[in-house]
């Protein structure tokens, strides 16, 4: 039995959102795809960078959830990295969830499958916000606000009229994004007034980058990932390396450059105007060292 989850980058608004500011994320091309196959325990094969244990904590709890009381050994392929804040272990849970469904014959709404997901994520991130998994679930664009509690997550799906193409740039450094929130949260203590002002500017960004984003409005876009990138580089969260691959994809004509998750490393997101620019900008990153790769929001 064989089932896929599809990965997600933020294009607006990541560390913001956990102090009240709406995010937009976006499904991506790149997709997880996991096989099952009934065994005597429960395991994982792949040959994706993946932390065993944390995975298995995730399958049993799915197998709980469902109520489902046998073991599997579960094989993961895809194109979409295990790192760098794609939404890799989210896109897991969701492909699990529907092969094990099909595989013992339940029938899941799409809210069934978000919530079960959700339940596996926290093997993975203790308490995630629920973005990851539900744009695992149901792709293409979402304005997400975070609540107290995930139940009380705000999520508005939209579309676009054609796709987005981007070119994703891996630092290969990858800052755990528990540390890099407590990074924040310190800028925060120490500077409440400048955050605050920042907090009003990215509010304010991301609801021009929902209006652009309707009327498939590049410039624009790529404008406002380049705001968006120099408040990530204010809080602290932005290296080096995300500035060097940021420079290049935007030297060889991005529209506009930004982290994406976490920051401390990770992964960069660059904006192309269409599939032959996206082709300049991936050379221009593998140029100055970087893995990295092309990708589609749908």
């Known amino acids: ?73 579960v094989y993961l392929e895809g194109d979409l ?45 203790g308490n995630p916000s629920g973005i990851d998994n ?58 409440p007034e400048a955050f605050s002002q920042l907090l009003d500017e990215t509010r304010e960004l991301i609801y021009k980058a929902m209006e652009a984003l309707e009327r498939l409005d590049l410039p624009v876009i790529g404008r406002l990932m380049n705001e968006n990138q120099k408040l990530l580089e204010v809080i602290g969260v932005s290296t080096e390396d995300n500035e060097k691959i940021n420079n290049a994809a935007l030297d060889a004509g991005a529209l506009g450059a930004k982290l994406t998750g976490g920051g401390g490393g990770g992964c960069c997101i660059a904006l192309a105007s269409n599939e032959k620019e996206a082709e300049k900008i991936f050379q221009a990153v593998k140029k100055v060292g970087y893995e990295v790769f092309i990708t589609t929001v749908s």
């Open 1 to 73: 039995m064989t089932d896929i989850g599809y990965g997600k980058v933020i294009l607006f608004g990541e560390h913001f959102v956990v102090n009240g500011c709406p995010a937009i994320a976006a499904g991506i091309s790149n997709k997880a795809i996991v096989r099952i196959k009934e065994s005597t325990e429960n395991s994982i094969i792949t040959e994706h960078a993946v932390v065993p244990e944390m995975t298995k904590k995730a399958i049993a709890a799915i197998l709980g959830v469902m109520n489902i009381n046998k073991k599997y050994t």
């Open 134 to 191: 539900t744009m695992a679930t149901y792709g293409g664009l979402m304005l997400f606000t975070r609540g107290k509690t995930p139940k009380e997550n705000k999520m508005e799906r939209f579309k676009l009229r054609r796709p987005l193409h981007l070119v994703v740039g891996i630092t290969g450094k990858f800052g755990a994004t528990t540390q890099m929130i407590r990074n924040v949260q310190e800028f925060k203590d120490n500077n």
């Open 81 to 125: 990295p295990t790192f760098g804040g794609m939404g890799s272990s989210a896109a897991f849970c969701v492909a699990l969830v529907k092969c094990l469904a099909k595989e013992n014959n339940i029938q899941l709404t799409s809210e069934k499958l978000n919530d079960i997901a959700y339940q596996g994520e926290k093997a993975f991130h």
